[in-house]
């Protein structure tokens, strides 16, 4: 039997309405369409990106507080485009520095009618920027800047930064299983909370690290 990402959604979130089914269908068809030209997602293995990518990402929406969220270095929409779908009365803000990933989040948002999203291009490394909501999410977010980093040193890097824009007052990363060892002193610094994602699919578990940003206290 052939592959189908309309079957292969059914199957996974078979307690979700039909909405969600449907918007999560006509998303993963236009970005494995994309991705033959661009290049956007990590793996072309369509199943193995539903159940890790978009699995975990709908697992990660159970965890999100706030009333509105960004996405950074959003890159073909996961998580943003699947938090986006499941909260349709929340704005969300998808944030790029790259025109290939910009130019399918905005086909994607007009594909899909989803009111309640917007695509800016902007770098966030850089010193002007500001976001406006009151919880960011990120997953697998790099640059030249941090590439080299090794992970706690990213990890407390990329919070700061974060910190730094007084709207928000959350952070979520969707990770693996280096967040939990980080040191004793940067999860009490960042008052890091971590969840872990049980998968039924693999052996590997995907984790939330959770940072909220009103439980710092500055020295």
Known sequence: MSFSIERSIEDIFI???NRVKK??????NLLFKWHEINNIVS?????????????DSYCLNKYLTGSSY????????????IISILNPDKK????????????????ARSELGLENTEVIQQDVLKSESDLITDTV?????????ISKMDFEKKFIFLMHMIKKSNQVSKAYML???PVLELSKKCMRDLRVSTHVIPSPFFETNRVIAEVKFEDIIDS
């Open 92 to 107: 969300v803000l998808l944030i790029d520095r790259k025109t290939s990933f910009i130019d399918f989040l905005n086909l």
């Open 15 to 17: 307690n979700e309405n």
């Open 137 to 145: 999410m990120l997953k697998n977010f790099s640059n030249k800047i």
């Open 23 to 28: 918007l999560l269908s006509k998303y993963l």
């Open 70 to 81: 960004t996405d950074i270095g959003s890159g073909g929409g996961i998580p943003g485009i």
């Open 175 to 177: 990770t693996g299983s």
């Open 43 to 55: 793996s072309s293995d369509r199943d193995y990106v539903i159940r890790r990518e978009v699995y």
